[in-house]
């Protein structure tokens, strides 16, 4: 059975204060990982996509890193505006799978 | 934010009542999804389409049906709701399911619409 697993399940940081999430899967054939922010109330926004182990994409202090098992989400010198659920999903075969998301908070 | 909106954004209504939300895109894509979101569940797959009038279900999708007409619009219903529908729903849109790039095999990706608060009592 496909699975995704985030940890951890929230995260209280100081503004600076580096750090990473992590999002590890057990999937038959990973066609895909992707990485979604989710704020209070709206949708979740796409933020990147990862096919290959070894592969890294970044968005301003954001670094998405892949290997077979998990992906991690790098947050370098966080800022308030951070604060948001980081959610990951992996495609197998079929259809996408949602890990449950990491609550972070970026205090000042 | 991609062109999809849903409606309506709020909802209450009572059991055993039918509901239908709506989703609407501007991006002519292809596929477009319908999900729900719980406490501890994550989003899970209702139904999807991949073309007008052509459907598919997904890991949820006992007690929903769904409908496709014209290639903007994609209608969830609830035939008659109960309190385990409570949730919120979102729809997500994609171009294709997968593209080749570079020889090999990738999944498209979905971008989500600012979702649909149901409560059922």
């Known amino acids: 059975e496909d699975q995704v697993t985030q940890s951890p399940e929230a995260l209280r940081l100081q503004e600076g204060e580096s750090s990473s999430l992590n999002c590890s899967y057990t999937?038959?054939?990973?066609?895909?990982l992707f990485w979604y922010r989710q704020d209070p109330g709206k949708g979740p926004e796409f933020l990147f996509t990862l096919y290959s182990a070894g592969e890294e994409k970044e968005k301003e202090r954001l670094k998405a890193t892949l290997t077979k098992k998990e992906s991690f989400l790098h947050i370098t010198a966080p800022k308030p505006e951070d604060s948001a659920t980081y959610l990951c999903a992996v495609r197998p075969a079929r259809q996408l799978t949602f890990g449950s998301g990491t609550q972070l908070t970026v205090l000042p | 934010d991609a062109g999809i909106t849903q409606s309506p954004r709020h909802k209450v209504t009572e059991t055993g009542t039918p509901v239908t939300l709506r989703c609407h895109q501007t991006?002519?894509?292809?596929?477009m999804y319908w999900y729900r979101q719980d406490p501890g569940h994550g989003l899970r797959l209702i139904h999807y389409s991949y073309g007008v009038k052509d459907t598919d279900k997904g890991e949820v999708s006992d007690g929903y049906s769904v409908s496709r007409s014209k290639t903007e619009d994609f209608l969830l219903t609830l035939e008659s709701a109960t309190s385990s529908q409570t949730s919120v729903y979102f729809c997500a849109i994609s171009e294709s399911e997968r593209t080749w790039t570079s020889g090999r095999q990738r999944t498209d990706t979905q971008y989500f619409g600012p979702g649909t608060r149901l409560t059922v009592l």
């Open positions: 991006e002519n894509h292809r596929y």
């Open positions: 999937v038959s054939g990973l066609r895909g």
